[in-house]
C-alpha cells in the first residue's frame, strides 16, 4: 500500500510533495539504484486491484479519538494518510488560547501518535505545502488524487465529500450502525436521568448511549425502571427510542 500511495503521489504530479514514513517502518528503497526505484514504484497490476484504498484522515476525526480505538481492535488495516496541512491544522487548534479548542487540538495530537504506534496499520505523513483553499477542499481534492478514502466525523465534509464522489468514512454513522438493535415491543432497563422537552417527559440511555425518550418519565427521575419500547426514530444525529414504563 505505501508504494501505491508513492505512485499515485507521482503520477499525479502533485506539487510540492513528498513522502515521509512513519520511523517504525523501514524506508523501502533505501540503498535502491534510481532504475530499481522505478521499478520498485511500479507494482503487479493484481496487487494494485486486490489492495485497499488508502484511509485520509482529517482533522475531526483525530480529535474524536475513535479511531485509534477502532484501528486497535484491527476491524480498520492498510495504511493511514495524514497530510501536513491537517497536522498544521490540529496544531493550530492546540495553540487555541481557548481552553476547550487547545484541548481539543492537544487530544487530536495524541490520537495521532496512537494511530502511529498502531500494529495493524502503515503510517504515512505527506508533506504538502497547504493552499489557499479551506483545509477541506484541499483534503477532498488529496484524497481524489490517490484514490482513497476520507474518514471523517464533520458532517458538512461528508455531506460534501459524497455529492463530489470522494468515497467517505463517517465514524458517527458506523457508531450509529452498530448500536444494541431493540424492537418495537421489546422491554428494556435504564434510568431515567432528567427531564425531556415535553412536559412530562423523561429521558434516560442504553448501555452504548442510544437515547431512550420515556412518557410520563419525569417524575421517575434517578429510578431504574423497565419500559416497553414504542417506536423508533433515526436522525441525523442518531437513534432515538420512544417507550413507556411497565406500570
Given at each position: ?5 508513492i505512485?499515485?503521489?507521482?503520477r499525479f ?7 515521509v ?7 523501502p528503497?533505501?540503498g535502491?539504484?534510481?532504475e530499481?526505484?522505478?521499478k ?8 494494485e486491484?486486490?489492495?485497499?484504498p488508502?484511509l485520509v484522515v ?10 485509534a480505538d477502532i ?7 492498510g ?6 496541512f491537517?497536522i498544521?491544522?490540529?496544531q ?7 481552553s ?7 487530544r487530536g495530537?495524541?490520537v495521532l501518535k ?5 500494529r495493524?496499520?502503515k503510517?504515512?505523513?505527506?508533506k504538502?505545502k497547504?493552499g489557499r483553499d479551506?483545509i477541506?477542499t484541499?483534503?477532498l ?6 484514490n482513497?478514502?476520507?474518514v471523517?466525523t464533520d458532517y458538512n ?6 455529492v463530489?464522489g470522494v ?5 458517527n454513522?458506523l457508531a450509529n450502525m452498530?448500536k ?5 415491543g421489546e ?8 427531564k ?13 448511549g ?6 410520563d418519565?419525569g417524575?421517575?427521575?434517578g429510578?431504574d ?8 426514530l433515526?436522525?441525523d444525529a ?9 406500570s
Open positions: 500500500m505505501i508504494k501505491e500511495v505512485d499515485a503521489v507521482r504530479r502533485i506539487p510540492n510533495i513528498y513522502v514514513v512513519a520511523d517504525r517502518f523501514p524506508t528503497f533505501a535502491l539504484t534510481p530499481s526505484k522505478q520498485e514504484l511500479a507494482p503487479p497490476k493484481e496487487i486491484i486486490k489492495s485497499r488508502a482529517d482533522t475531526s476525526a483525530l480529535i474524536d479519538g475513535r479511531l484501528i486497535e481492535t484491527g476491524f480498520i488495516s495504511t493511514v494518510v495524514v497530510p501536513t491537517v498544521e491544522e490540529l493550530r487548534v492546540a495553540d487555541s488560547k481557548d476547550l479548542k487547545r484541548n481539543r487540538g492537544r495530537l495524541d496512537s494511530i502511529k504506534k498502531c495493524y496499520v503510517f504515512l505523513i505527506p504538502i497547504s479551506p477541506d484541499q483534503l481534492n488529496f484524497a481524489k488524487q490517490i482513497g478514502r476520507v471523517t465534509l461528508n455531506k460534501v465529500g459524497k463530489t468515497p467517505m468514512l463517517n465514524i454513522e452498530v444494541t438493535v431493540v424492537l418495537p422491554i428494556v432497563e435504564l434510568n431515567v436521568l432528567k425531556g422537552k415535553e412536559q412530562g417527559q423523561g429521558i434516560g440511555y442504553l448501555p452504548d442510544t437515547m431512550v425518550v420515556v412518557e418519565g417524575r421517575l427521575i429510578v425502571i423497565e419500559v416497553k419500547v414504542e417506536r423508533l433515526q436522525t442518531g437513534k432515538m427510542i420512544f417507550a413507556k414504563p411497565i
